[in-house]
């Protein structure tokens, strides 16, 4: 068990809806990451935020947005679905933000029909 | 920026079989190296890291990797292998504090024979 833990661990929806996945990082980590993990396009990093900022961005879409609250959970919004975003989303957490390691969680398999 | 490769996609071997899974990394420094694993409906575990110094590390469950600054390289090896090692296995480099900066190889899928 990381410590990480990722809500829910399932979603079906139809294209079009908007969901939203939710993350709690381990206790006392302060930055959080999402990758986004399809089978044609691997591990990719989505978006990171260190103690409630943006901290760096990757290849996510506008339709795509995150968050980190003051208790340093970190919630991924994904609207307008297309068929193409089904992927298990994966959170990660990591202490400061000056290590390179991260402990994931389990991830949100999201299934759009 | 930094980029991963794992030239095999797959990999089968025998269980008692000894195993290497290969990862050559780029990057202009010495880089944070990981080995993470990903069992079939599970999340990244990270069975090895290597930060700096030696350049044999030892991880859990009797794997090891050798860092290979000549080489570029970061190979996961592991003695003898049980059927409990199968799984998606993903070398990773991490460059510094910022997301992007810590990117994942495609991932090399280990089955184990009986």
């Known amino acids: 068990d990381s410590g990480v833990t990722q809500t829910p661990k399932h979603l079906i929806t139809a294209t079009g809806q908007r969901v939203t996945l939710r993350c709690s990082p381990r206790?006392?980590?302060?930055?959080v990451y999402w990758y986004q993990q399809s089978l044609d396009q691997g591990l990719q990093f989505l978006i990171q935020?260190?103690?409630?900022?943006?901290?760096a961005k990757g290849n996510i879409l506008e339709r795509f947005s995150a968050q980190q609250f003051p208790d340093l959970h970190s919630e991924l919004n994904l609207s307008s679905l297309e068929l193409g975003d089904s992927a298990l989303y994966f959170c990660?957490?990591?202490?400061?933000?000056?290590?390179?390691?991260?402990?994931f969680g389990e991830g949100s398999r999201l299934t759009v029909l | 920026a930094q980029s991963v490769t794992q030239p095999d996609i797959h990999i089968t071997v025998s269980e008692g079989a000894s195993l290497e899974l290969r990862c050559n990394y780029s990057?202009?420094?010495?880089?944070?190296l990981f080995w993470y694993v990903q069992s079939p409906g599970q999340g990244l575990q990270l069975p090895l890291k290597?930060?700096?110094?030696?350049?044999l590390v030892q991880g859990i469950k009797g794997f090891e990797a050798e860092f290979k600054r000549s080489q570029s390289s970061f190979n996961l090896r592991k003695p003898s292998v049980h059927w409990s090692d199968a799984a998606e296995y993903f070398c990773?480099?991490?460059?510094?504090?910022?997301?992007?900066?810590?990117?994942f190889g495609p991932g090399t899928r280990l089955s184990v024979l009986p």
């Open positions: 206790s006392g980590d302060l930055s």
């Open positions: 990057y202009g420094a010495t880089p944070y």
């Open positions: 990660a957490s990591s202490p400061t933000s000056d290590t390179g390691e991260l402990f």
């Open positions: 935020y260190y103690n409630g900022e943006e901290r």
């Open positions: 290597y930060f700096s110094g030696d350049t």
């Open positions: 990773a480099v991490g460059a510094s504090n910022y997301g992007q900066n810590f990117v």
